[in-house]
C-alpha cells in the first residue's frame, strides 16, 4: 500500500542544543551541566554534556548530512546559557549571536527549514539558584527577555519559533520523581512550576507578536502528549485516566491552544489546597496569547489504573499520583524487552483529539523516535548500522498519523528524535535515536540504513 503525504510536508528531525552543540565556548553553566559537575556518578557511564555531539564545532558537516539523507526542516533549541551573557539585561555573547547566526544561514543555504525552540530542559544554573527556575515569577520575566532577544536577531529567517519543550517533564522531572535538577519532591512547587511556564509562554507569544515583522512567522508550542489508556472499564481506572490526562496532557494543552485550564483540574488543586499563585492579569494574558501551531512530541502510551493509595504512596504533602497509577502493558518495547511500550495507534488517537477538541489547530509530530541501546551490534561488515526496527517504527508510526490525517487531522510534518545520535540527560549516550550514527570517541558520523530509507520516503513524499 501505498500513502501520499500533503505538498510541503515537513520530513524533518530533531534535536536541543545542549544536547548536541557541547559545552565549548559557553560561558554559563545550565542545572544539567551544574549537576553533572557534582554529581556525575548519576549519569550514565559518567558521561556529562561537555561533548555532546560536537555540533558547535560540527554543524556544517551535521547540516551537510542531515541534506545528504533529504530532511528539509530541522528543530534544535538556542541555549539561554549560551546566547546570554547577563541574564538580568539580557546582553548577548557575540560569539553565540555567529554561531546561532551559522547555524540558521546554513540552513537556509542548504534548503532545510530552520525551527527554533526556546527553552528545552536547560534552566541556567545561576537562575536556579538564585530565584528558584521557574518557581519564580522574575525568572519567567528574564526569560521573556532572552525570547525577545531570540526573535529580534534571528525573526528575520526563522519562521516557526516554539517556546518550550515538554514542560511536563520540567515539571515532572524536577519537582516530583527526581530525575532533573533540582530532583525535589514537592507537589506544591510542582504546581506553581507547571503554572509559571504557561504563563512564560503565553508572554512569550505575546511578546513575538509585539516584535515579529516576518509574514509567515508563527509560533507554537511543543508538548509530549502522551494519551492515557485506562486499565479496564472500572469506574476507579476510567477516573484514573480521567485524571492523568488532565495532568499530563490537558493542562499546558489547554492553557496553550484554550487559553484556559481546565476547570476539573483547577477545581481539584483547589480542593487539596494546592491551588497556584495566579493574578486575573496573567490568567488574562494567557486567555489573549494562545498559540499559532503545536508541536507533539510521542514516544509512548500512558497505561493508568486506579492510585496505589499504600501508606507510602500517600506520606509525601501532595502528588498527582495520589489520583492515578502506570503500568507495564506486556507487549512491544523499544530496545526489544524493556524501555518505553511500543504502540503506534496512539498518534491515530492524539491526532482525532487535536482534531475534533482543540480546534483542528495546525500541527506536527515534533519528536518521535525509538531509543536503543548497544547499536553497535547491529553494525554491517561496511560500518552501517543495519536499524532495520527504527525503519519498521517509524513506518508504523506514519501510518497511523496518515490514517487521522486522511481524516482531517491538521499535521503538517514529521520529525523524528533526532537527526544524528547525541547526549541525552541522565541517559547520556545509552539510547541511540538517530538516522546518523556518533562515535563518541572519534565523533565520526555515519548514516544508518534508516537514514537512506528515509532519503526515499522525503524524495517521493510517500510511504511504501
Ligand atoms: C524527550 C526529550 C528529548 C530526548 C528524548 C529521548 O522527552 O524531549 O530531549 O531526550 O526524550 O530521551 P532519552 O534519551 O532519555 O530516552
Request: proline share 4%; charged share 25%.
Amino acid at each position: 500500500m501505498k500513502i501520499d503525504f500533503p505538498e510541503q510536508f515537513w520530513w524533518g528531525a530533531a534535536t536541543s542544543g545542549p544536547q548536541s552543540e557541547g559545552r565549548f565556548n559557553k560561558k554559563h553553566a545550565n542545572v544539567f551541566d551544574h549537576w553533572f559537575e557534582i554529581e556525575p556518578d548519576a549519569f550514565y557511564d559518567q558521561v556529562g554534556p561537555d561533548v555532546a555531539s560536537n555540533f558547535y564545532n560540527s554543524y556544517k558537516e551535521d547540516i551537510a548530512l542531515m541534506k545528504e539523507i533529504g530532511l528539509n526542516s530541522f528543530r534544535t533549541s538556542i541555549q539561554w546559557t549560551r546566547l546570554i551573557d547577563d541574564f538580568e539585561e539580557a546582553t548577548v555573547n557575540e560569539d553565540a549571536v555567529r554561531f546561532y547566526n551559522a547555524v540558521i544561514d546554513e540552513c537556509l543555504l542548504q534548503g532545510i527549514r530552520p525551527v527554533i525552540n526556546l527553552f528545552h530542559f536547560d534552566m541556567p544554573i545561576a537562575l536556579q539558584k538564585k530565584y528558584g527556575g521557574w518557581e519564580s515569577k522574575h525568572v519567567v520575566e528574564l526569560y521573556v527577555k532572552f525570547a525577545s532577544k531570540c526573535f529580534q536577531l534571528f525573526g528575520d529567517r526563522v519562521t516557526e519559533w516554539f517556546t518550550f519543550n515538554e514542560p511536563l517533564v520540567i515539571v515532572d522531572g524536577a519537582y516530583l520523581y527526581q530525575f532533573h535538577y533540582p530532583k525535589l519532591v514537592d507537589g506544591r512547587k510542582a504546581v506553581q512550576v507547571a503554572y509559571n511556564i504557561a504563563l512564560a509562554s503565553a508572554k512569550a507569544v505575546k511578546a513575538y507578536r509585539k516584535i515579529n515583522t516576518h509574514v509567515d512567522g508563527k509560533i507554537g508550542i511543543i508538548l509530549n502528549l502522551t494519551p492515557s489508556y485506562p486499565a479496564s472499564d472500572d469506574p476507579a481506572d476510567l477516573s484514573a485516566a480521567r485524571f492523568a490526562d488532565l495532568w499530563m496532557n490537558e493542562m499546558f494543552l489547554d492553557a496553550a491552544v484554550k487559553g484556559q485550564f481546565p476547570k476539573e483540574l483547577t477545581d481539584t488543586f483547589q480542593k487539596d489546597g494546592v491551588l497556584w499563585d495566579a493574578s486575573e492579569a496573567e490568567l488574562y494574558q494567557i486567555a489573549e496569547n494562545t498559540i499559532d501551531l503545536l508541536g507533539v512530541n510521542f514516544y509512548h502510551p500512558n497505561r493508568v489504573q486506579r492510585p496505589d493509595v499504600s501508606a507510602d504512596s500517600l506520606a509525601v504533602d501532595w502528588l498527582p499520583t495520589k489520583y492515578f497509577d502506570g503500568f507495564a502493558m506486556p507487549g512491544r518495547r523499544m530496545n526489544v524487552d524493556k524501555g518505553w511500550e511500543i504502540y503506534p495507534q496512539a498518534l491515530y488517537d492524539i491526532a482525532l483529539n487535536i482534531r475534533d477538541n482543540y480546534g483542528n489547530i495546525p500541527w506536527f509530530v515534533s519528536e518521535n523516535g525509538m531509543g536503543v541501546s548497544k547499536e553497535e551490534r547491529y553494525l554491517n561488515e561496511d560500518g552501517i548500522i543495519e536499524d532495520d526496527y527504527r525503519i519498521q517504527f517509524i513506518q508504523e508510526h506514519l501510518y497511523w498519523l496518515a490514517k487521522g490525517m486522511a481524516e482531517g487531522s491538521n499535521c503538517f510534518g514529521f520529525h523524528l528524535w533526532t537527526p544524528i545520535d547525541c547526549w541525552s540527560w541522565m541517559n547520556a549516550y545509552r539510547n541511540r535515536y538517530g538516522f546518523i550514527s556518533t562515535n563518541i570517541h572519534t565523533q565520526v558520523k555515519t548514516i544508518k540504513k534508516s537514514g537512506r530509507w528515509f532519503r526515499k520516503v522525503v524524495e517521493e513524499n510517500q510511504l511504501e
